[in-house]
């Protein structure tokens, strides 16, 4: 089995990048990554001023899926992750959501032992491991890897875990597979700016659908257990009306609902859920519980 280390990195999705590695159809491999800092935070002597951040929030490949084309949907499903032995989370001045009442730059360092992040001696918070950035070329020119898009990118969306498929529109051959930004632990918003950044192994596997039951014009996760639609955008009310309207398509496609019962059964059974709000362009992801909708899987 093949690991992607992580040396060899790009800083936005950009069809005019050349392939680093590459991958079979159904292949499982391991990718290792930085954190987003790339590695330049060491302890907490080093603050969030003192890094290059033209080197923040890089990723990993861009892998090519060989023989994907445009118009294909790739399937990549996250079999495990592994990370490293500490993680860090800084705080700045109008960083995140309450970054106005942070008057000084700050440094924490968690160390990872256990099954836990240890924030303190009195705080363990139990492990959820996520992958910040995964995406692949985009239609565009090019996306800095610090924003998301209809190809994936920064979604921050921590439902991207183990056992998670995430199911992405490949607009150029070859896909343009990257990814990077783990986060050992975040909540919903990812409020102060960061998570729990860090290193670590991800293996996975990737899929070309060539034929999908799906019309899909952005990300869609596949959980053991439910569905979600993920849209990003400048504004709360944009992002949400267009993840909903991809679930309540997805659901006229799937089940073979006309508009206003797919409509009303979203109203129902559905979450409306905040993955980012951080970046300047807030993620969103509505979620469809399988049990309820009487679907097995997607593909």
Same mark, same amino acid.
């Given at each position: 089995?093949?690991?992607?280390?992580?040396?060899?990195?790009?800083?936005?999705?950009?069809?005019?990048?050349?392939?680093?590695?590459?991958?079979?159809?159904?292949?499982?491999?391991?990718?290792?990554?930085?954190?987003?800092?790339?590695?330049?935070?060491?302890?907490?002597?080093?603050?969030?001023?003192?890094?290059?951040?033209?080197?923040?929030?890089?990723?990993?490949?861009?892998?090519?899926?060989?023989?994907? !084309?445009?118009?294909?949907?790739?399937?990549?499903? *996250? /079999?495990?992750?592994?990370?490293? $032995?500490? +993680? =860090?989370?800084? %705080?700045?001045?109008?960083?995140?959501?309450?970054?106005?009442?942070?008057?000084?730059?700050?440094?924490?360092?968690?160390?990872?032992?256990?099954?836990?992040?240890?924030?303190?001696?009195?705080? !363990?918070?139990?492990?959820?491991?996520?992958?910040? *950035? /995964?995406?692949?070329?985009?239609? $565009?020119? +090019? =996306?800095?890897? %610090?924003?998301?898009?209809?190809?994936?990118?920064?979604?921050?969306?921590?439902?991207?875990?183990?056992?998670?498929?995430?199911?992405?529109?490949?607009?150029?051959?070859?896909?343009?597979?990257?990814?990077?930004?783990?986060?050992?632990?975040?909540?919903?918003?990812?409020?102060?700016?960061?998570?729990?950044?860090?290193?670590?192994?991800?293996?996975?596997?990737?899929?070309?659908?060539?034929?999908?039951?799906?019309?899909?014009?952005?990300?869609?996760?596949?959980?053991?257990?439910?569905?979600?639609?993920?849209?990003?955008?400048?504004?709360?009310?944009?992002?949400?009306?267009?993840?909903?309207?991809?679930?309540?398509?997805?659901?006229?496609?799937?089940?073979?609902?006309?508009?206003?019962?797919?409509?009303?059964?979203?109203?129902?059974?559905?979450?409306?859920?905040?993955?980012?709000?951080?970046?300047?362009?807030?993620?969103?992801?509505?979620?469809?519980?399988?049990?309820?909708?009487?679907?097995?899987?997607?593909?």
């Amino acid at each position: 089995m093949q690991t992607l280390t992580k040396e060899k990195i790009v800083f936005e999705f950009n069809k005019n990048n050349k392939f680093n590695y590459s991958v079979q159809n159904n292949e499982i491999f391991y990718v290792e990554t930085e954190d987003c800092y790339n590695g330049q935070i060491k302890n907490e002597n080093t603050k969030r001023k003192d890094i290059d951040m033209s080197i923040v929030d890089c990723s990993v490949g861009p892998i090519e899926v060989i023989g994907s !084309k445009a118009g294909d949907i790739l399937e990549v499903e *996250v /079999i495990d992750i592994e990370l490293a $032995e500490q +993680g =860090v989370m800084t %705080t700045a001045p109008n960083l995140g959501v309450l970054g106005d009442k942070i008057t000084d730059f700050d440094t924490k360092i968690i160390k990872i032992k256990d099954g836990f992040a240890h924030f303190s001696p009195q705080i !363990k918070i139990p492990l959820t491991p996520m992958i910040g *950035v /995964i995406g692949v070329f985009p239609p $565009e020119e +090019g =996306v800095h890897c %610090t924003f998301p898009g209809s190809h994936g990118g920064n979604m921050d969306t921590k439902i991207i875990k183990k056992g998670t498929k995430v199911y992405l529109p490949i607009y150029v051959d070859g896909a343009g597979l990257a990814l990077g930004d783990l986060h050992a632990c975040m909540g919903d918003g990812e409020l102060s700016g960061t998570g729990i950044e860090i290193g670590g192994k991800v293996c996975l596997k990737v899929k070309i659908i060539k034929e999908f039951p799906l019309s899909l014009k952005n990300p869609v996760l596949e959980t053991q257990d439910s569905i979600y639609t993920v849209a990003s955008g400048k504004t709360f009310e944009e992002t949400i009306k267009v993840a909903s309207e991809a679930m309540t398509n997805l659901l006229m496609e799937k089940i073979g609902l006309n508009f206003p019962d797919a409509y009303r059964l979203l109203s129902a059974t559905c979450d409306i859920q905040i993955s980012q709000v951080v970046n300047g362009i807030v993620t969103v992801r509505v979620r469809a519980p399988k049990l309820h909708l009487g679907i097995q899987e997607l593909n």
